[in-house]
């Protein structure tokens, strides 16, 4: 098995390429998904999330409110911190379920958007890191996402800088181009990733 960790700043394409990637074979672990997944009505994260910060963080439907509890901790890194060691954990076990389904053989990708900023590089085999200008990021928040200027600034401020996401890379796929140059790019990834992994099994 090759432990993979494929990270890269909001609006560089990590979404694209680890859809690439699933497509060609490999067992996609999406850190985000199951970071929802942990915190459904009913589940024990959410309980601890509603205990930590109030009965005010959920929608009238008993959903967690995402863009409330955003707020809350966007601003305060004492809160989201508070936040993190309650899903991290959540999140960690869950992905380690995942991997241990996958076969002897399986290129395990786990898409991780806060690799770099929580130090989790040595976990992986490989690191490969989807880098963009800020100047790309910035437009496509812009004119694809619909974000206002400002708000894709402070997101693209609150993450990890371009050269600290760099500076933990194996790989550090090119992504300032249109789709069509990307594709070929990640198939020649997933060839020297299934190879890596037959080394292994």
């Not at 900023?117 to 496509?140: F, I, K, M, W």
Request: glycine residues 8%; aromatic residues 2%; hydrophobic residues 45%.
């Amino acid at each position: 098995m090759l432990k993979v960790g494929l990270t890269g700043g909001i609006g560089a394409g990590k979404s694209e390429v680890s859809r690439l990637l699933r497509s060609y074979g490999a067992v996609l672990v999406d850190a985000d998904r199951i970071a929802r997944e942990v915190v459904e009505p009913g589940t024990p994260g959410l309980d601890a999330v509603v205990a930590e910060f109030g009965p005010d963080v959920l929608a009238a439907d008993g959903t967690l409110d995402r863009p409330k509890l955003g707020a809350l901790v966007f601003a305060d890194a004492g809160r989201r911190a508070a936040l993190n060691a309650i899903v991290h954990p959540l999140v960690a076990a869950r992905s380690a379920e995942l991997e241990a389904a996958a076969g002897d053989d399986a290129v395990v990708v786990h898409d991780v958007p806060l690799l770099a900023e929580n130090g989790l590089a040595p976990l992986y085999d490989t690191v490969v890191v989807v880098d963009a200008s800020p100047e790309t990021q910035l437009d496509r928040l812009v004119r694809l996402r619909g974000m206002p200027e400002s708000d894709a600034r402070a997101r693209m401020a609150a993450q990890a800088t371009r050269e600290d996401r760099r500076a933990v890379a194996d790989v550090v796929l090119d992504n300032d181009g249109p789709l069509q140059e990307l594709e070929p790019r990640v198939r020649r990834l997933w060839d020297d990733l299934r190879r890596a992994a037959d080394r292994r099994s």
